[in-house]
């Protein structure tokens, strides 16, 4: 049909141009490890995890903790991102014993020394020092105990050993400088949680995340949090009203990580459609609570998980501000949907007309977001939009292309935490 070209021209223009969109339902793990060179690795299941990092490892006691949680419950997210925290040297010590396979797997190659009659940790070392040789970028040394390092700090690289040989880690980059690292190879997640029970350095990360459309759930065994004392993360971050963290107090926190069992369980729900308060979980221990001890973590806006009417839940559901989580979510949600669709139109549009016209096309973005967020149970029935008329855009702003303010008008939706009833009886 090219022979037409001359009498019907036809040009078309491809306005389907498809843009990032923020996830809701995606946690972040951040821990300490060589396992990987990557700074993150995305994972959809605890076998694919199990690939990498052995089951005593903190990383996947974390990860097992997320995909473990049972959709009656609520909703495991489809994938968890591990991110790693530069570690630039690693010591081995051998667990010796006569003629055993001793394997380090070096940038992903592997290198084996078998032990003979009268070992020792010395023999053992030599043997896989030779085997290891000297490989490019990495130092070798050690008598007794093996010590690979990478001779450029911060480079990149990854080593894993069997387990007759125990490594120690050297980290050598703080928690934040590791979440910014990992956040600028991988931002698709958006609750972060880390292996760190530290106080300094959980405080250092939720003074990060708070300069971030993203939240963090942190967990704790401190002795202080269910008393007055105001020395533990919760009443630090409570006094700062930190809107952007959430804690789980527990006393198995250690080796559980409650929050983390919590995230699995709720975080990939629709925004809008849950409350975190009243929520179970598996593979959390509950926490035995005295009155007072309970108030005095709620005094804190600590979150804990207890037996209420026979059923293990967690309480109460909120931020160190003492705003509901969901509510928190459910914002960054409407900012990023808001944000996405208003740029997903300029972009897929020749031009948005400086007119009435024009500017209805904005609103009709705005509208499908609310509409949304009503379907999904954000916000209630009633809201309203508040389009400026073009002619009383200032000048100034019209001349910048700035379309003037849109005034939105909407109210949560929210939900019941407690009912109260007055039951009058008489005969």
């Known amino acids: 049909m090219s022979d037409l070209n001359d009498v019907v021209s036809v040009v ?47 990383a996947f006691i974390m990860a097992q903790q997320v995909f473990g949680q049972s959709s009656v419950i609520g909703a495991p997210p489809p994938s968890v991102v591990i991110g790693r925290r530069q570690v630039d040297s690693v010591v081995f010590t051998p667990t010796v014993a006569d003629s055993t396979v001793y394997t380090i797997i070096l940038n992903g190659t592997t290198y084996t020394f078998t032990s003979g009659v009268g070992a ?15 490989p490019a970028g990495i130092t070798v040394g050690g008598t007794a105990t093996l010590t690979l390092a990478v001779t450029t700090p911060g480079n990149p690289w990854s080593v894993k050993a069997s387990v007759n040989l125990v ?4 980290a050598t980059e703080t928690w934040p400088a590791a979440l910014l690292a990992v956040d600028a190879e991988n931002d ?4 972060l949680t880390a292996e760190t029970q530290v106080l ?21 065994a401190d002795t202080v949090a269910p008393t007055t004392g105001p020395t533990d993360i919760g009443a630090v971050l409570n006094a700062k009203s930190a809107s952007r963290t959430f804690g789980v107090y527990s006393a198995t926190s250690a080796t559980e990580y409650p929050a983390v069992a919590w995230i699995g369980s709720q975080l990939a729900v629709t925004p809008g459609a ?24 709620r005094n804190k806006s600590w ?13 109460d559901g909120n931020m160190f501000d003492k705003k509901p989580i969901d509510v928190r979510i459910g914002k960054d949600w409407l900012k990023a949907r808001l944000q996405e669709g208003i740029y997903f139109r300029i972009i897929n549009s020749l031009k948005i007309p400086m007119t009435d016209t024009g500017l209805l096309i904005v609103e009709n973005e705005i509208r499908a977001v609310l509409s949304l967020a009503e379907s999904n149970g954000l916000i209630d029935s ?36 407690s009912v109260s009833i007055q039951f009058y009886l008489s005969v």
């Open 12 to 58: 078309i223009t491809d306005q389907t141009t498809a843009i990032a969109t923020a996830s809701f339902a995606v946690p972040l793990i951040l821990a300490t490890f060589t396992n990987f060179s990557e700074r993150t690795r995305t994972y959809t299941s605890i076998t694919d995890v199990g690939a990498d990092f052995a089951t005593t490892d903190k």
């Open 120 to 134: 020792t940790a010395t023999t053992i070392v030599t043997g896989l020092k030779a085997a290891i040789g000297t």
């Open 167 to 170: 490594g120690v880690n050297t």
């Open 188 to 191: 698709i997640w958006y609750c």
């Open 200 to 220: 300094a350095e959980q405080l250092a990360l939720s003074d990060l995340i708070n300069s971030m459309d993203k939240i963090y759930g942190l967990s704790s």
């Open 274 to 297: 849950n409350d975190w308060d009243f929520k179970r979980a598996s593979g959390v221990t509950r926490s035995i609570l005295t009155p007072t001890q309970i108030t005095n973590l």
């Open 303 to 315: 979150n804990f998980y207890r037996t209420k009417g026979g059923v293990d839940i967690f309480q």
């Open 382 to 417: 009633g809201w309203k939009i508040t389009t400026p008329p073009v002619l009383s855009i200032p000048a100034t702003l019209r001349a910048q292309r700035a379309a003037g303010v849109f005034v939105i008008q909407a109210r949560l939706q929210g939900s019941i935490r």
